[in-house]
C-alpha cells in the first residue's frame, strides 16, 4: 500500500477541497471493465453513480483521515480546489466523467483556482508489486504551487512540481510577462489572481484567446533556412543502427528527414497552434519500429522549435541557450525560471531530453506527499 499525504503549507486562510477520481476495476493494468471510482476523505473507495456531480466526490482537506493510502487505480487524478469545491452537471455514468476545463468560459469552474496531481498505482503480475506513478503539469496553466514528493525502494525519494518563490511572487513574474501573454491571466471578480492560461491552451480558445499566428512568421524562417544546404542532423536516441537523421525541407514545404538505413521521416510546415500543442504534423505515423522512430524525430523537432534552438542546429538538450532569439514562449521560459531544478512540462514535449520531467516512479513505492506550498 502507498501512504497519501496532503500538507496544506499555503498559509492562505482559505479552504482546501480534494477529489480524488480514477479508473478502479480488479487492480490488474489490463482490466478492460474499468468504471471511474472516487475515494472519500476516511480511505474508502465508491464506483461514480449516475446523476453524481464533483460535489459527491470530494471533501474538505481537513477531514481527510491519516495514515489513507492512494488507491489502486489505473489512471487518476487527485484535484485540489480553494474556497470551493470542483463542480459539474450530474454525470451520465460512471464511465462518463467532464472533468473541469480552463478555456471553457462557461465551465462551472472557470473562477475557481484548482490543480491537480495526476496518478497510476496499480499491482503487476504475476507478482502482486505495486508500481506507482505520478506527476504534476504546467502545460496547461499555472494556478498556485504544489510539490511532489515519492519514496519508494527502487529511487528512494523523488520529487517534483516544486517552485522557487511563494505563489504570491511567482503571480507578480507572470504578471510582468508581455501582453500576448498576460491577456492569458484569469481574475476573479474581487481581482484575485486565479491562473494562467500557458499559450498551449490558450491557443485553442478562452475569454482572450493566445493569437493563432504568433508564431508563424518565425516557424517559416525555421523551415526556409533548412530549404537549403546544410541539413539538419542529428541522432535518434536508442536506434543507433539507424542514426543519425539527416533533414532538409523539400519544394512542398515538407521537412524530409532521412536515416543511415535509408527510412523517412515527414514534418509538414506546422503552425503556431501545431507547435504550441505539439500535434498536427508533429504526431508520429506508421507502424512498428518506423512508428516510434517517426515519434522520436518529431518529439526532437518540436522541442528544439518551442526553445527556440532549432536554427542553431546543435545543443537541442543543452538548458543554456534555450529561450535566447526572439520570439520565444516567455510562459515556458518563466516556467522554467521559477521551476526548482526545472520539474515542471511547460508544453507537451517538455520531457525531450528528460531535463523538465515532472513525472516519477517507483517499482516499490511506500510513500506520495501533496505539498501545497506557500502562497505569501
Known amino acids: 500500500m502507498v501512504k497519501l499525504a496532503i500538507n496544506d503549507n499555503t498559509k492562505s486562510g482559505k479552504e482546501v477541497y480534494v477529489s480524488i477520481i480514477g479508473y478502479q476495476g480488479d487492480q490488474w493494468p489490463t482490466n478492460a471493465d474499468s468504471v471511474f471510482s472516487y475515494m472519500n476523505a476516511d480511505g474508502s473507495v465508491n464506483v ?11 471533501f474538505n482537506l ?6 489513507i493510502s492512494l488507491p489502486y487505480f489505473s489512471s487518476g487524478r487527485v484535484t485540489i480546489s480553494f474556497d470551493k ?16 476545463s480552463i478555456v471553457n468560459t462557461n465551465d462551472l469552474n472557470y473562477h475557481t483556482i484548482w490543480n491537480m496531481m495526476e496518478f497510476s498505482n496499480q499491482l503487476q503480475p504475476p ?6 506513478n505520478i506527476d504534476t503539469t504546467l502545460v496547461d496553466a499555472f494556478s498556485f504551487p504544489l510539490k511532489l514528493t515519492l519514496v519508494g525502494g527502487t529511487y528512494g525519494t523523488q520529487t517534483a512540481g516544486a517552485m522557487i518563490a511563494s505563489r504570491d511572487d511567482l503571480v507578480s513574474d507572470f504578471e510582468k510577462l508581455p501582453k500576448v501573454f498576460t491577456d492569458q491571466i484569469l481574475y476573479n471578480t474581487s481581482g484575485n489572481f486565479v491562473r494562467i492560461t ?12 493566445f493569437p493563432s499566428g504568433y508564431f508563424d512568421a518565425y516557424i517559416e524562417s525555421n523551415w526556409k533556412q533548412y530549404s537549403k544546404a546544410p541539413a539538419l542532423t ?6 543507433e543502427t539507424a542514426s543519425p537523421v539527416s533533414g532538409t525541407v523539400n519544394s512542398s514545404g515538407v521537412f524530409v528527414f532521412t536515416d543511415a538505413g535509408g527510412d523517412t521521416y515527414n514534418i509538414a510546415k506546422p503552425s503556431t497552434t501545431d507547435m504550441l500543442g505539439c500535434a498536427g504534423p508533429f504526431v508520429a505515423e506508421g507502424t512498428g519500429v518506423h512508428f516510434l522512430k517517426d515519434g522520436i524525430v518529431k518529439r526532437i523537432v518540436a522541442a528544439a522549435l518551442n526553445r527556440g534552438v532549432l536554427q542553431s ?7 543554456d541557450i534555450f529561450y535566447k532569439n526572439e520570439p520565444v514562449n516567455e510562459y515556458a521560459k ?15 514535449y517538455d520531457d525531450v531530453c528528460t531535463i523538465y520531467s515532472s513525472d516519477i516512479a517507483d517499482g516499490e513505492p511506500t510513500s506520495v506527499t501533496i505539498d501545497l506550498e506557500t502562497w505569501t
Request: hydrophobic fraction near 30%; aromatic fraction near 8%; charge should be negative.
Open 334 to 348: 518563466l516556467v522554467h525560471k521559477l521551476s526548482a531544478s526545472g520539474t515542471n512540462y511547460a508544453f507537451p
Open 234 to 239: 542529428f541522432d535518434i536516441p536508442g536506434y
Open 313 to 319: 542546429g546543435t545543443g537541442f538538450c543543452n538548458s
Open 127 to 132: 507478482t502482486d508489486t505495486t508500481v506507482c
Open 62 to 67: 481537513k477531514n481527510m483521515t491519516s495514515g
Open 85 to 100: 469545491m470542483i463542480t459539474s452537471p450530474p454525470i451520465l455514468s460512471g464511465s462518463q466523467i467532464i472533468n473541469p
Open 48 to 58: 461514480c453513480q449516475s446523476g453524481q456531480t464533483f460535489q459527491d466526490f470530494s
Open 198 to 209: 500557458s499559450p498551449t491552451m490558450g491557443v485553442t480558445g478562452g475569454a482572450v484567446p
